[in-house]
């Protein structure tokens, strides 16, 4: 169990998530290539290549080299796809593929982190257009995630502009901080990505979440908390909090300074409500 409830006398606190493996059981951007095949955005093969690439980053075989090819390879896939309907696609098959494959652990340490009043943030690679919708389902505070180019015509140019990606994931927290009076010291932040090292020693309470092998070691080293979150189950079955509607997700896009990654964008790249209410 988490300490007790924040002293708001105190500077503000937030708990940081990263998103794939850390607070789901698989990619996010992944997860959601059939639904992208169906709404003609992809064809089979593509499919079955995202299909195989899942397989990878479950299995966290992927090394820097590999996943940075595959970021090219979908950064040329998504040029062109139309913003809204890749948004519409995500809106209509959020709950049917993402909420059976929620962590039950990770699902109840953002609970206990909003008990004790402190924000919840999710940090991640993977797209916005994917990375929103799951933090609203959470009920995130807010949202930090790769944004792509949107041309004057609604569509992905293909050209990243802000790659939520190793150390600027730091430099998002750090930002964040700024911004919104976190006190780091006290924070707490979750990853399961070695990638992740510079967010998790960004804050004073960093925890491994489901290690690769190389943040185990960093973890072992550093003396940090790793934990086994094994048990994915949907929302809706757990207590009564996750039943009431999420608060909606708010993109700390102004304070990264960021600007829209495809859905299926960004897994590759990494091993990866409205505001909340002032104190």
């Given at each position: 169990?988490?300490?007790l409830?924040?002293?708001?006398?105190?500077?503000r606190?937030?708990?940081?998530?990263?998103?794939?493996?850390?607070v789901?059981?698989?990619?996010?951007?992944?997860?959601?290539?059939k639904?992208?095949?169906?709404?003609?955005?992809?064809?089979?093969?593509a499919?079955?290549?995202?299909?195989?690439?899942?397989f990878?980053?479950l299995?966290?075989?992927?090394?820097?080299?590999?996943?940075?090819?595959?970021?090219?390879?979908?950064?040329?896939?998504?040029?062109?796809?139309?913003?809204?309907?890749?948004k519409?696609?995500v809106?209509?098959?959020?709950?049917?593929?993402?909420?059976?494959?929620?962590?039950?652990e990770?699902?109840?340490?953002?609970?206990?982190?909003?008990?004790?009043?402190?924000?919840?943030?999710?940090?991640?690679?993977?797209?916005?257009?994917?990375?929103?919708?799951?933090?609203?389902?959470?009920?995130?505070?807010?949202?930090?995630a790769?944004?792509?180019?949107?041309?004057?015509?609604?569509?992905?140019?293909?050209?990243?502009?802000?790659?939520?990606?190793?150390?600027?994931?730091?430099?998002?927290?750090?930002?964040?901080?700024?911004?919104?009076?976190?006190?780091?010291?006290?924070?707490?932040?979750?990853?399961?990505?070695?990638?992740?090292?510079?967010m998790?020693a960004?804050?004073?309470?960093?925890?491994?979440?489901?290690?690769?092998?190389?943040?185990?070691?960093?973890?072992?080293l550093?003396?940090?908390?790793i934990?086994?979150?094994?048990?994915p189950?949907?929302?809706?079955?757990?207590?009564?909090?996750?039943?009431?509607?999420?608060?909606?997700?708010?993109?700390?896009?102004?304070a990264?300074?960021?600007?829209a990654?495809?859905?299926?964008?960004?897994?590759?790249?990494?091993?990866?409500?409205?505001a909340?209410t002032?104190?």
């Amino acid at each position: 169990m988490l300490c007790l409830v924040e002293n708001h006398s105190l500077p503000r606190t937030a708990a940081f998530f990263d998103l794939d493996k850390t607070v789901i059981a698989k990619s996010s951007t992944l997860t959601f290539s059939k639904s992208f095949y169906q709404g003609g955005l992809i064809n089979r093969r593509a499919v079955l290549r995202t299909a195989y690439a899942q397989f990878v980053f479950l299995a966290g075989g992927a090394d820097h080299d590999q996943m940075e090819r595959m970021r090219e390879y979908l950064s040329a896939l998504c040029k062109g796809w139309n913003v809204q309907q890749v948004k519409e696609i995500v809106a209509e098959t959020l709950h049917d593929l993402i909420d059976p494959i929620i962590y039950d652990e990770a699902a109840t340490l953002i609970e206990e982190h909003r008990t004790a009043g402190r924000d919840v943030v999710i940090v991640s690679t993977s797209g916005a257009e994917v990375v929103e919708p799951i933090g609203e389902l959470l009920g995130a505070d807010r949202v930090v995630a790769t944004r792509m180019v949107v041309g004057d015509d609604g569509c992905f140019t293909g050209e990243v502009e802000y790659y939520a990606y190793g150390p600027t994931k730091a430099e998002a927290v750090q930002a964040l901080a700024v911004s919104e009076g976190y006190d780091l010291s006290r924070c707490y932040a979750y990853s399961d990505s070695a990638t992740d090292v510079p967010m998790l020693a960004a804050v004073g309470h960093p925890h491994a979440v489901n290690p690769d092998r190389a943040l185990r070691r960093e973890a072992a080293l550093r003396e940090w908390p790793i934990l086994v979150f094994n048990r994915p189950v949907r929302l809706k079955q757990r207590l009564p909090a996750f039943s009431m509607p999420p608060r909606p997700a708010l993109v700390a896009a102004a304070a990264v300074g960021a600007a829209a990654v495809t859905a299926g964008l960004v897994w590759y790249t990494s091993r990866r409500r409205a505001a909340a209410t002032t104190a």
